[in-house]
């Protein structure tokens, strides 16, 4: 039988509850059309689902439609159970987006739409409540298209000349066939859906079942079924408890087959399945074995977590949805933690976001909670289960942290008959990466399996910042170096060098503090919005005014969740209860009061005594305590960054250094050229001598014999190669390269004019992917960055050859290989030192013109008069004088 595994998600309230009740209805699956306000629907299997009308936790249930066997997931749509329904993505082959009619698109439901396009899940949508007054298709429509995907197409009315123009839109291959043929055949629009270009959209009212038959035909004719290779896998995505508490672990078969008694692992744990059962509602059927595409929860297996592939299936990543709030879970009186917290480690098992933690410092447990409707729910099942009643302190901010700036960070530990050294490389990643961890050491310095050992610690462990001491993410590791002791070595060396290696490298690092932020939608009545965006600017947030109809408007922005946090109290106080609040966590960004942060938490990261950023060393059979400033002074092997840079200072400086450029005379090339590229002439051949450089060079006025085509001069010059043998260039390009370059251009411009020759400027852009060559003009002279895998040395040198008949040409370089390659092409040479001193001559001649400009006698009146006047001019003066 054919198996697909279909979620529902919604944003709360938008009736996704109810829709799988109308599904199931219809299908024969169940009796009676359950309700949520009733409190007797089929997936809504625990009281605490019951009793608040909610989805808590997601279930299953198994409907057959023809010969396809369909496992319907249904997911919390309530945000504080965000991280429940993304691990149900994981084992999704399609999701039905539920939006509600007379609201739209909410906050909520453009984070499930980001959520769906990350996990690449094909989505169907159902448009609900269609039944109440005021709703437009039409208009909804245009919506969904403008705040989802201009895919989304509706799918009511096929067939028609609008619905076949929508799907040519999403695809070049369905627009082929619609020109040619007028219509899409169904197969094509299957694998358009499949690849996410196409969105069927269907309206209806799961309350009233209108449009549900429609809409359960148009998933089973649009869906394909997927192909599962004969290898085993599945992916593990829940764990609960049975009413017996019996640990189930709920997984999906992507590959091969699971029978009773087989032996699973993860490579690290090895334990034999006991059950396989196959839930629909609140029962469940027990099976001998599984087929691949199915979704099915096992018994004995004591070590599963959320997220684990198991045979051929991958770990998954963590879930994107995080809390961002963590609180001090207060015990009553005559309970004691240590009884309790092993307890709450079960709860934790099921909820993995939670991090139940135990502050030994403070005596405290803290767990991490997405907001209140979590806390009640927690409680809810403490009680239940464990028969303690706890209370919940205030909630305070998860922060972040992490790096600016790449950082070498070194751990040592080496107390007596132990040895481990391990240098990691810190480097800032991308915003909402997290950590990630890689290998760039030579096995030559550090064995494989020390090597994985090393990075098995570095997973293994959350790293703490040093700024507050909270976690650090959006940092890629990588170990570059590291030493081990044949044999003084155990595995617990490297967990103690790793760890100090991380602390290291973070005390040296410009560390940055980081807190969440919510992206948000907020509602409310136009003649209020200047009242919004005061309150969201006085909270550091930023926002938009997306939509307005002339009564209400609609504001999307972003804010820190530590001021926004409560303010849906103050949306419903001054909208009078006409204003609404969505809010979904964006992700993290830098802190708004990073210093405020860090002085109220106080923390200290050299009295961290669980994370140490010190090292160990050894002398005279004795351990010793290195400060983490002082460690790079102790450490044994050469720091990776600083062999790096010395690598990259000695290459350039071979290349263009001109404090140690080894000159090489004119005659030095002429004797090398004679004795290489003439050398196999025979003694015949003394004809064809290559002329000396002092002939090439200083060509004699009386030498006339060979004519040459044009006695037009060129002087070709390499760009770089001169300003980094320029010394006052050079320094200037440390800088700022672009002024370096201007220099030499108004330089060289200056120098055109006592020279009177064509002046050309090459530069390397050989790198720059995709460069075509460019020239440009600047003043009298001409500019060419040459094209993508170029250099600067392979223009002038093929210029040369080209032109070397044509015109006099000269090449200004300080590159020994170069000169030899122009000389034996034919070319004149002049160095960067002697070009130098001709520009710094041609300077001084223009400025010494200038000068004598300036102290010319100056242009007056009186000398522009001619002899007669001036002598009436001189009689008049003198009889006024008498």
């Known amino acids: 039988m054919k198996k697909l595994v279909i979620g529902i998600l919604a944003h709360v309230d938008a009736g996704k509850t109810t829709l799988s009740e109308s599904i199931l209805y219809l299908n024969g699956k169940i009796g009676k059309l359950g309700r949520v306000d009733n409190k007797d629907a089929y997936l809504d299997t625990y009281e605490l689902e019951r009793a608040r009308g909610i989805t808590i936790f997601s279930k299953q249930a198994i409907l057959e439609i023809g010969d396809m066997q369909i496992t319907l997931l249904d997911t919390p749509g309530h945000v504080d159970f965000s991280a429940e329904m993304e691990r149900t993505l994981q084992v999704m082959d399609y999701a039905i987006l539920v939006i509600s009619g007379a609201d739209g698109v909410q906050g909520h439901t453009k984070t499930l739409w980001n959520l769906l396009d990350m996990y690449q899940v094909p989505v169907f949508l159902f448009v609900n409540k269609m039944d109440q007054n005021g709703t437009d298709k039409e208009k909804l429509i245009k919506e969904i298209k403008k705040q989802l995907d201009d895919g989304c197409i509706e799918f009511g ?148 977590r959320p997220g684990e592939g198991l045979g051929k299936e991958k770990a998954s990543s963590a879930p994107i949805l995080e809390p961002v709030l963590f609180y001090q879970i207060i015990l009553p009186e005559d309970c004691d933690p240590r009884v309790l917290i092993p307890k709450l480690r079960q709860i934790e098992e099921e909820e993995p976001e939670l991090h139940i933690i135990w502050d030994e410092q403070l005596q405290e447990i803290h767990a991490q909670i997405m907001g209140e409707v979590q806390i009640e729910i927690l409680q809810s099942m403490i009680q239940t289960r464990f028969g303690v009643h706890v209370d919940f302190g205030i909630g305070r901010i998860v922060y972040k942290e992490t790096i600016a700036n790449v950082v070498e960070g070194v751990g040592h530990f080496e107390p007596l008959r132990h040895y481990a050294e391990v240098h990691l490389l810190l480097e800032p990643g991308e915003p909402g990466s997290g950590l990630q961890f890689s290998v760039e050491c030579s096995e030559d310095l550090l064995s494989k399996n020390w090597q994985r050992l090393i990075l098995t610690h570095l997973e293994e462990k959350t790293h703490k910042g040093v700024l507050t001491g909270s976690p650090i993410t959006d940092v890629k590791i990588t170990l570059v170096s590291g030493r081990a002791h044949n044999k003084h070595t155990e595995g617990g060396d490297f967990r103690e060098a790793t760890y100090r290696a991380v602390r290291q490298g973070l005390m040296e690092a410009e560390s940055v503090l980081l807190e969440p932020y919510y992206s948000f939608q907020l509602e409310l009545p136009e003649k ?73 938490i106080g923390y200290d990261s050299q009295r961290d005594i669980e994370n140490p950023t010190g090292s160990v060393f050894c002398t005279h059979g004795a351990g010793y305590l290195v400060n983490w400033d002082e460690v790079k002074e102790h450490m044994h092997l050469e720091s990776y960054l600083k062999k790096k840079d010395d690598s990259s200072v000695e290459t350039t400086q071979n290349q263009v250094s001109s404090a140690e450029e080894r000159w090489i005379s004119l005659e030095e090339i002429d004797r090398i050229m004679n004795k290489t590229f003439y050398a196999n002439q025979g003694k015949k051949s003394v004809w064809k001598r290559g002329k000396t450089a002092l002939e090439s060079h200083y ?160 242009i007056t009146l009186i000398n522009s008069l001619s002899l007669e006047t001036k002598e009436q001019i001189e009689q008049l003066i003198k009889k006024e004088n008498e």
Not at 221 to 233: L, M, N, S, V, W
Not at 761 to 783: C, K, L, M, P, S
Not at 817 to 835: D, F, K, N, Y
Request: one cysteine or more; charged letters at 25%.
């Open 157 to 304: 009315q096929v067939k028609t000349d609008d619905f076949y123009d929508q799907l040519a839109m999403c695809n070049e291959f369905m627009m082929e066939d619609y020109l040619e043929t007028g219509q899409i055949e169904t197969c094509q629009i299957i694998e358009a859906v499949k690849a996410r270009k196409v969105f069927p959209c269907f309206f209806g009212s799961a309350l009233k079942l209108e449009g549900i038959e429609t809409f359960m035909e148009g998933m089973v004719q649009y869906a394909k079924i997927p192909c599962y290779p004969d290898e085993f896998g599945a992916k593990i995505f829940k764990i609960t408890r049975d009413e017996q508490g019996n640990r189930l672990t709920h997984m999906k078969l992507t590959g091969g087959k699971l029978k009773v008694k087989d032996v699973l692992t993860n490579g690290v744990w090895e334990e034999k399945v006991n059950q396989i059962r196959i839930y629909s509602g609140q029962k469940f059927e027990a099976v001998n074995e599984l087929e691949a595409g199915s979704v099915c929860a096992v018994t004995g297996l004591s070590q599963t």
């Open 528 to 600: 209020i919005v200047g009242r919004a965006m005061t309150d969201i600017e006085k909270m550091h947030g930023t926002c938009e005014i997306s939509q307005t109809d002339g009564e209400m408007a609609v504001l999307v922005g972003s804010a820190p969740v530590a001021t926004m946090r409560n303010y849906q109290k103050e949306v419903v106080a001054y909208t009078k209860g006409l204003g609404r609040l969505f809010c979904s966590l964006k992700g993290y960004e830098t802190c708004h009061n990073a210093e405020e942060v860090i002085e109220s």
């Open 699 to 858: 060509e004699p006025t009386d030498y006339v014999s060979i004519q040459k085509e044009s006695n037009e001069e060129y002087l070709l010059v390499d760009g770089y190669n001169i300003i980094y043998a320029w010394p006052d260039l050079k320094e200037l390009a440390e800088e700022n390269m672009d002024g370096a370059r201007m220099s030499l251009l108004h330089s060289l411009s200056n120098y055109q004019g006592i020279r009177k020759c064509q002046i050309i400027v090459v530069f390397d852009a050989y790198r720059v992917e995709g460069h075509r060559e460019e020239v440009i003009d600047y003043y009298n002279i001409h500019i060419v960055y040459t094209r993508e895998a170029q250099t600067a040395d392979a223009y002038i040198e093929k210029f040369v050859h080209d032109n070397k008949g044509k015109y006099r040409i000269e090449v200004a370089t300080s590159d020994g290989l170069q000169q030899m390659i122009v000389r034996g092409t034919g070319g004149a040479l002049l160095s960067a030192r002697e070009l130098k001193i001709e520009v710094d001559a041609a300077n001084e001649r223009i400025m010494q013109e200038y000068k004598e400009m300036q102290g010319e006698e100056r």
